[in-house]
């Protein structure tokens, strides 16, 4: 099995860890290249569970996966932590960020969706953005006046239980909207995301 990064073969410069992961599609080497996260964050008190910091390693991954559109990708963020996922989620439904009209007519898929897969959760897309500007184009301080721009679709009810989850948290803007946009009051709340800037 190649490394779905830098093509070499698990065995090249891999050893005991290349070993001990082999659900793992990165290689030790790229694999070592993605920090987890020590931090705490929280989006209106709700406490955020990020995995990886957003460093070069995991930042050039997600690009080439989102904006590159390279869909062999979309295990390697979750399956080295999916099992754990699993059981600490068993119950949640998936509810994911919404991304604009446009990013995902120019991906052709829902990089989400396709992210979180692994862990084997119910999932759906409530949210829709009325906002259609890449956040990349606004300012950091531009992008937390952002959350206005998210909506709950017509006709959606959202289960009891629900896992929002996005690929990076930046200024926490996009789930903010999303709070905003339900009634966190009648839910039980957890916020997973990929990255953490």
């Known amino acids: 099995m190649r490394c779905l990064m830098c093509g070499k073969l698990m065995e090249e410069g891999g ?19 993605w920090h987890r ?7 209106n008190g709700i406490r955020v569970h990020a995995l990886y910091q957003y460093s070069d390693g995991f930042r050039r991954a997600l690009l080439q996966y989102k ?20 059981l600490r989620y068993h119950g949640y439904t998936l509810v994911l960020m919404p991304s604009t009209e446009h990013k995902r007519k120019q991906r052709g898929f829902d990089h989400l969706e396709g ?27 531009q992008r937390r006046n952002m959350e206005h721009g998210i909506v709950l679709k017509p006709g959606i009810t959202l289960p009891k239980k629900i896992l929002l989850a996005d690929d990076v948290i930046t200024t926490g803007s996009t789930l903010r909207g999303a709070l905003a946009a339900i009634r966190p009051e009648e839910h039980c709340i957890r916020i997973l995301t990929a990255g953490s800037a």
Do not use: W
């Not at 050893?15 to 290249?33: H, K, T």
């Not at 904006?67 to 099992?83: M, N, Q």
């Open 15 to 33: 050893g005991i860890l290349d070993a001990v992961f082999r659900d793992d599609p990165l290689c030790a080497s790229c694999r070592n290249e």
């Open 37 to 43: 996260y020590e931090g705490k964050r929280e989006v």
């Open 67 to 86: 904006e590159c559109g390279d869909e062999a990708l979309r295990d390697i963020f979750l399956i080295p932590h999916a099992a754990r996922l699993r």
């Open 115 to 141: 992210m979180f897969a692994c862990l084997k959760l119910p999932c759906i897309s409530p949210f829709e953005k009325t906002l259609q500007a890449d956040q990349k184009l606004y300012s950091r301080a």
